[in-house]
């Protein structure tokens, strides 16, 4: 099987390796890792990723000064061209300033840094990321941010719980997100951002493999195997 992964790193990128690790060890190939600088992607790719952390320290809004990083003009031209972009905590973060996905990051409800196992609600389970649940599935992933609060306008909720682009919805109150949403994708399908890192829920011995199926979907999905 052959699956070419690539997974950014921006200065203050702290989960670049996890997300990298999960990958390589999921797919059995070697992901590669892109420099934010870095005007262009490698060539073929079935898969990138944007990693959580703190992108550029957080300063003006979380993942805005990433999201015009020069990289993100490449993952902005594939991810249009329907190469499956992953966004997590920081790069679902990226997702939204960049414009590749609707809506916005507030800070926490209450004002306080969030870092604890999490209950989600698969709500689309036939996306590509997540064909690997049941609709409806209550999973357990991770959870660490300060800027997790989903936010967007009751028009954009609405379009978005119509066209069945809430991929998970927090069970219980987490951070103060609209309609308890924890992960949306784009109207292509191609684009997933989610604030709880699946990528940390692979292995049994690190606490649960609930997130194992995500990956295991979307590269099911990809190339078949």
Known sequence: MSFRSA??????????????????????????????????????????????????????????????????????????????????????????????????LLRNSGIRFVCRDVTLKVENAQSLFTSGYEAGQEISIPVAHHDGNYHADAETLDRLEGEGRVAFRYVGEVNGSARQIAGVLNAAGNVLGMMPHPERAIDAKHGGTDGRALFESAIRGLVGA
């Open 7 to 104: 997974v950014v790193t921006f200065p203050g990128s702290n989960c670049d390796r996890d997300l990298a690790v999960a990958l390589e060890k999921i797919s059995g190939n070697e992901c590669i890792r892109v420099w934010h600088g870095d005007a262009d992607l490698p060539d073929n790719l079935d898969f990138i990723g944007l990693p959580g952390g703190f992108s550029y320290g957080d300063y003006l809004r979380c993942g805005a000064i990433a999201s015009r990083s020069p990289v993100m003009r490449a993952v902005i031209d594939a991810a249009n061209r329907g190469v499956p972009v992953f966004g997590v905590c920081n790069g679902f973060q990226v997702l939204t300033e960049s414009g590749l996905l609707p809506g916005a």
